[in-house]
């Protein structure tokens, strides 16, 4: 795919909707996704717990269970419809195609494989070799995410590194294969605040080294900002705001991405309040028949309670779902 | 000392970024370790490895024929003729009858666990990965067996089934796979839930191959450990049996029936009843505190 044209999407994610079902009640837990990723471009999905960014991830990598999960809509990864993807052609799409970066490096590794074990299984199952060419492939791996003395860590347990070395390790696992797309789903949240900045630049000079396109799941903003170059802000399972980071984060067109910015720690003297959201996310087995931000928005109109709002372009490049954005 | 010695092998210089150098030893070196220092683990594993080595090589070194009667050498003490540790109420070498009787004790004591743990260890991780259903059929299926005391249960299979060797080892397995049934569906589901089973998927692994690395490398630890706390368990149920009848049949030299046919001399000769008794305590008494170092030095949580 990399002689393509450049401007052409590599994934193309249209009317992506994931409901859990259970006997008491369904779970709409992403509606109406849409987006685009080029190739070589890093997005970032941004949105407070259960706006529905972890689903969206794994959903794109079928990875949500097949029996209570109901997905809807059309994802395209290189021409290639991947929610028709079965067998043998999704195992090889999983890790060879796409790869993705856990939150947690302490339990997505298995405790009883050494470092090495877990990426010479990777790297076998997908490029095939000896035992000697898939080790020094890992060794390489390790090199280059930066983990010092990599002949001698590749034979260390997950408990023996430091949860930095063993994010840089988790990262190496994802690279193994040469994905094309990297989900990364809150990689730093779970690490200390100095070696988040580390492996964000790590991330961000892999990324532009190899060339994949990225898709970042995070909360916060200032990650956001470092690493991305477009944003999509989720609420409620939905994007309700999408463009290049520097415009969205500069002057955000939604009431609530606004209102995420305002409540951001920065340069405020300590006794000022923080702008807060007043009221708390709605019920995702309950969703307004509006919009779903209109009960705490303090710009609502009455039409913000009668449907959702369309996906509207004011400006080239951007989109928002919002009334009152059409006039900027 | 050694780890110290590969650190500043190559070249004088400090390596900054290296410093934390973790990567000391793998797990079964530390266990080994671990288990090195533990005098007592060492001093019983040796007394198991004696009763083996005695078991296997019974036939050197019994002094006499275990099935020899003697009709004028009954209940004689220790040191008669030549009679180590004395004769039975028919005249035959306790020495060489205990020795003998080790054998089955351990066939009695390793057969049924290692049945138990491909039987029930299989059953517990299907049951464990797969979906509620099966889940539903195994678990249910093994807590009616669980509602019966083992014993009670052994004693029921084997009475239904006549005794012998091998009905023993049947019905000894059968009281077993419950419980290693449970203790790998526990740990199968435990580490069902984990990120790194969500993660192998993630990196392309199917169903089987992550039930062949990740869940059986996981599960085998606690299994075994269990499995060999169960090994001094089986040796006493399988005496138990053997001593209401139900196991191994005379003139078979085992410890249990041996207890049960000297009982009724114990007036006569105390001591030499004693004997098969003290020969089941120290084999499961020993192999107990075995398995208890064993899951010391692993680590392991039942």
Same mark, same amino acid.
């Given at each position: 795919m990399d002689g393509g044209i450049a401007s052409l999407p590599l994934l193309h994610v249209d009317g992506l909707s994931v409901d859990f079902v259970t006997r008491e009640a369904t779970v709409h837990a992403v509606s109406d996704a849409t987006f685009n990723l080029k190739p070589g471009e890093v997005l970032c999905l941004l949105g407070e717990s259960g706006s529905g960014k972890s689903v969206t991830l794994r959903a794109l990598m079928r990875l949500l269970p097949e029996k209570r999960a109901r997905i809807a809509g059309k994802v395209t990864l290189g021409g290639r419809d991947v929610l028709a993807l079965q067998g043998n052609a999704l195992r090889s799409f999983r890790g060879g195609t796409v790869a993705m970066i856990f939150q947690e490096p302490m339990t997505a590794l298995d405790p009883v494989y050494t470092i090495g074990q877990h990426l010479m299984e990777a790297i076998r199952r997908h490029k095939g070799g000896s035992r000697a060419e898939a080790r020094k492939r890992a060794i390489e791996l390790l090199d280059l995410v930066k983990i010092p003395s990599p002949e001698r860590r590749?034979?260390?347990?997950?408990?023996? #590194?430091s949860g930095g070395l063993r994010q840089r390790a988790m990262i190496a696992l994802a690279l193994s294969c040469g994905p094309q797309l990297l989900l990364a789903d809150?990689?730093?949240?779970? #690490?200390d605040a100095t070696v988040q900045i580390q492996v964000l630049v790590l991330l961000r000079r892999l990324q532009k080294e190899l060339g994949m396109s990225t898709i970042f799941v995070t909360h916060d903003l200032g990650v956001a900002a470092e690493i991305a170059d477009r944003v999509a802000v989720m609420y409620a399972g939905r994007i309700i705001e999408e463009g290049p980071v520097d415009d969205v984060l500069r002057a955000p067109l939604h009431p609530y991405t606004a209102g995420l910015l305002a409540s951001t720690v920065h340069d405020q003297s300590p006794d000022q309040d923080i702008a807060a959201i007043p009221g708390s996310p709605p019920d995702l087995r309950r969703l307004p028949p509006g919009c779903s931000f209109a009960p705490r928005c303090a710009k609502a109109l009455p039409a913000c309670n009668d449907g959702f709002p369309h996906p509207t372009y004011p400006v080239a490049d951007r989109m928002v779902r919002c009334w009152r954005a059409l006039p900027l | 000392m050694s780890d110290q010695a590969i650190l500043s092998?190559?070249?004088?210089?400090?390596e900054y970024d290296s410093a934390p150098a973790t990567k000391v030893r793998g797990y079964w070196q530390s266990v080994a370790y671990r288990l090195s220092h533990d005098w007592i683990t060492l001093i019983f594993g040796a007394v198991v490895l004696v009763i083996i080595l005695i078991a296997v090589f019974a036939p050197l070194l019994?002094?006499?024929?275990?099935?020899a009667q003697s009709i004028v050498g009954?209940?004689?003490?220790?040191?008669?003729?030549?009679?180590p540790l004395g004769t039975d109420e028919l005249g035959r070498d306790m020495l060489s009858r205990l020795i003998y009787g080790g054998r089955i004790s351990l066939i009695m004591g390793l057969a049924p666990v290692a049945i138990a743990v491909m039987i029930g260890g299989t059953l517990g991780v299907i049951g464990g990965f797969a979906g509620k259903v099966a889940n539903t059929a195994i678990m249910r299926t093994m807590d009616v067996f669980y509602a019966f005391p083992s014993i009670l249960l052994a004693v029921a299979i084997s009475g239904a089934m006549g005794g012998g060797i091998f009905n023993g080892i049947i019905s000894l397995s059968l009281v077993f796979i419950p419980a290693m049934c449970r203790v790998a569906e526990t740990a199968t589901s435990q580490v069902k839930n984990l990120d790194y089973i969500e993660a192998a998927r993630a990196s392309g692994a199917g169903t089987f191959a992550i039930i062949r690395h990740h869940v059986l490398g996981n599960v085998l630890g606690p299994v075994f450990i269990y499995a060999s706390s169960l090994v001094s368990v089986s040796i006493l149920l399988a005496s138990g049996l053997s001593f209401l009848g139900l196991g191994v049949q005379p003139p078979e030299p085992d410890w249990g029936l041996m207890l049960s046919t000297l009982r009724q001399s114990i007036y006569v000769d105390p001591l030499g009843c004693a004997m098969p008794g003290i020969a089941i305590f120290i084999t499961s008494i020993c192999f107990n505190l075995v398995s208890d170092g064993v899951r010391a030095a692993m680590d392991v949580r039942i």
């Open positions: 590749i034979d260390a347990y997950p408990h023996e #590194l809150e990689p730093t949240t779970a #690490l | 092998a190559p070249g004088a210089a400090a019994a002094p006499f024929d275990p099935y009954r209940l004689k003490p220790m040191g008669w003729r030549g009679h």
